[in-house]
């Protein structure tokens, strides 16, 4: 046996323990000569229980075996572990060997839960969504306005200028007749009373003729001598009057009240037709003249009857 580090005391002689036969000094099963067996298969299975789970043991940590190997390695020297004849580096190699690590934990996944979006940028993204549906919204209304503002000026304007119209037509009415030539013997003015309005365009249409304004049942005479071609009912002039003179010339005489000529009746000029009235598309009492040239051709009363000394 060698002896003993420098520090450690020589142990004391262990008395010697007698052995039986056949059993080692382990307490297991052994052999005449005193050595050890490995247990056999029916000493294992008598250990582990029919159906009982088994114990799987965790190796200790690095550390401790280590520690039992520094423990090995003084027991092989013969020391006995005893703490009154070890000093206290060695009993805390000691104490380290007989503990063992709590078993390791097997880590779990633990679930992260997903960022959540920053409160300032939620609160800016939907401030700015507002801000451009207050800018569509305005837009819009501005451009409604404006076209009301458009439809209204137009309305403003054609009403205006009817307005206007209609003052200037009374205001011709209005005036007294200046003297005319009446009658030369070969034509006559058809009637007596205010030129109110003229040949040409007229509210958006053509106005094919003259009107001359005065009350209703004023006599209506033929311009020149003819023969009535037509007396009665016209499409916008209600009643009217067609006489057709020696040299294919047609006058035409609308809006009147009553006729006092028949179709086919021959008539000289200056002679009455019919009375003034305000029948068909009229705005009042008047008696509305036109000159047809080769039958149909509409030309201007106006300069017709001037060639002819009568004026209106």
């Known amino acids: 046996m060698c002896d003993p580090p420098a520090g450690i005391p020589r142990p004391a002689a262990e008395p010697e323990l007698p052995e039986t036969e056949g059993t080692s000094m382990s307490g297991e099963p052994g052999t005449d000569d005193g050595h050890r067996r490995p247990p056999t298969l029916a000493a294992k299975r008598a250990n582990v229980g029919g159906g009982a789970h088994r114990l799987i043991r965790r190796k200790p940590h690095r550390r401790v075996a280590a520690a039992a190997v520094a423990a090995g390695a003084l027991v092989g020297v013969g020391y006995p572990l005893t703490a009154n004849a070890i000093d206290p580096s060695a009993l805390a190699v000691m104490r380290l060997a007989s503990t063992t690590d709590a078993p390791a934990t097997e880590s779990v996944p633990v679930p992260v839960e997903p960022a959540r979006p920053d409160a300032r940028a939620q609160a800016a993204q939907l401030e700015a969504s507002e801000a451009l549906r207050l800018q569509i919204n305005e837009r819009a209304r501005a451009a409604e306005q404006a076209r009301q503002a458009a439809v209204a000026a137009e309305q403003a304007r054609l009403a205006a200028a009817k307005v206007a119209e209609e003052r200037a037509r009374q205001q011709a009415a209005a005036k007294p007749a200046p003297a005319v030539q009446q009658s030369t013997g070969r034509y006559a003015r058809p009637a007596v009373g205010r030129f109110t ?116």
């Open 197 to 312: 309005s003229g040949f040409g365009g007229r509210w958006g249409t053509t106005h094919y003729g003259v009107d001359i304004a005065n009350s209703i049942g004023t006599p209506i005479l033929a311009a020149a001598a003819g023969t009535i071609e037509e007396a009665g009912p016209a499409s916008g002039f209600g009643l009217w009057v067609r006489v057709r003179h020696e040299d294919g010339t047609v006058t035409v005489y609308g809006h009147v009240n009553t006729i006092t000529v028949s179709e086919g009746q021959r008539v000289q000029a200056g002679q009455q037709i019919a009375t003034m009235g305000n029948r068909g598309q009229s705005t009042g009492p008047h008696l509305h003249f036109e000159v047809w040239l080769d039958g149909g051709r509409k030309v201007n009363p106006v300069p017709w009857l001037a060639e002819r000394g009568i004026t209106l």
